[in-house]
């Protein structure tokens, strides 16, 4: 319910499913922070700074994920076009919802983006 609240207000989750007190297991940590990023938060939280590369790793979007995203976009905008409010990607019933996941994976991975270019 929480996800569903934090996204009808536009308000980000951010946290890690699991305990952030045990920093000397970085992948039970990456396990963690991945398996919330499942659940729809969109970052985390670590009190131990040797953990903040396995945090960013877990909550950047992937290569293969903005790939898709863009794909999933392009279709979009054709069937549009085409006067379409849904449509079929890789046999994947594709609407709304889906595309607005795909333009905010993009904006984030956009946005970590500039960030590392600017470091």
Do not use: W
Not at 44 to 72: Q, S, W
Not at 75 to 104: H, L, N, Q, T, Y
């Amino acid at each position: 319910m929480v996800a569903f609240a934090a996204q009808a207000h536009g308000v980000s989750m951010i946290g890690i499913l699991g305990t952030v007190a045990d920093y000397s297991d970085p992948a039970a940590y990456a396990k963690s922070a991945e398996r919330a990023r499942r659940f729809g938060f969109s970052g985390g939280t670590c009190i131990h700074p040797g953990l903040v590369a396995t945090l960013n790793e877990a909550f950047t979007p992937t290569a293969d994920e903005v790939a898709y995203a863009r794909k999933l976009i392009a279709a979009d905008e054709k069937a549009a076009a085409e006067g379409r409010g849904s449509f079929s990607v890789d046999g994947k019933m594709i609407d709304i919802p889906v595309i607005d996941r795909a333009r905010r994976l993009i904006q984030r991975y956009d946005t970590i983006e500039k960030r590392l270019k600017r470091s």
